[in-house]
């Protein structure tokens, strides 16, 4: 994907948190385009996990402004970020394993009838159809329990779930841990999936493997600040390890 002809979908100036003494972002810039996979890469501590939280609306930002279209926006909470279609697809997935994929598909956005019925059959359709747009063909059935779905499914389920109520940016935090060979696979290619259809995705991870395959752009926090924005087929593992750990100079980097 070519991000330079590409509008910016969600954008972070010069932001800052803090936890008492502790600065966890100090003056992070991020940006994410149209149909851009980024990566956000860092050490344990370096803020990543702050930043997502600040756009999803879980802390509220101490400093800096937040862009969304390139408007100014300013999200109090998670029903700010859900509005402007910022979905965030934590490590633990939030899925009910007591619940089949539909359910969990449709899990506080039930369609109901006047009467409050619940209307399956539709919601059954826009999940098989949300499932095959993402070409997820390894679910054997949408009224399947999520608990009897492997690691990779049940990825490829909480990422549905987020495409299928048209969110625009989509953060994956850690998608592939623990996950198998094959499984990581599935997951990788879903990622790849979600750029082509012209969403903004984040992708959160320590595995750099990862990260070349499927990143358009990666950005490196170290110890709260970005160090460094690269696009993927301009720099090297070695490039970005480094990075992590001692920082670059600012010229290193290509944005």
Avoid at 86 to 98: G, R, T
Avoid at 100 to 110: A, H, P, S, T, W
Avoid at 212 to 226: P, Q, S, W, Y
Wanted: charge should be negative.
């Amino acid at each position: 994907m070519s991000t330079a002809v590409n509008p910016v979908t969600l954008e972070l100036r010069e932001v800052f948190k803090s936890f008492g003494s502790v600065e966890a972002l100090r003056g992070v810039d991020f940006e994410v385009r149209n149909g851009e996979v980024m990566a956000l890469v860092g050490d344990n501590g370096a803020g990543k996990s702050t930043l997502i939280k600040c756009v999803a609306g879980i802390y509220s930002i101490d400093g800096g402004d937040v862009y969304f279209d390139g408007e100014r926006v300013v999200i109090h909470g998670p029903k700010d970020a859900a509005k402007l279609g910022i979905e965030v697809v934590y490590q633990d997935l939030a899925l009910c394993d007591n619940l089949d994929v539909v359910q969990n598909m449709f899990l506080g956005r039930e369609n109901h009838d006047p009467i409050f019925r619940l209307r399956e059959a539709p919601m059954e359709q826009r999940t098989a159809e949300t499932l095959k747009s993402l070409s997820v063909t390894t679910i054997r059935s949408v009224r399947q329990p999520v608990a009897t779905l492997s690691g990779g499914q049940r990825q490829s389920v909480a990422v549905a779930r987020a495409v299928l109520w048209n969110n625009r940016v989509v953060f994956l935090d850690e998608p592939t841990a623990a996950l198998g060979v094959a499984q990581t696979r599935q997951v990788l290619d879903l990622v790849k999936r979600l750029g082509e259809q012209g969403l903004s995705v984040v992708i959160v991870s320590h595995n750099l493997t990862d990260v070349f395959e499927v990143a358009d752009r990666i950005t490196v926090l170290r110890l709260g600040r970005n160090v460094g924005v690269y696009e993927r087929d301009k720099t090297t593992e070695q490039e970005i390890v480094r990075a992590i750990t001692v920082g670059t100079a600012p010229e290193a980097a290509a944005s």
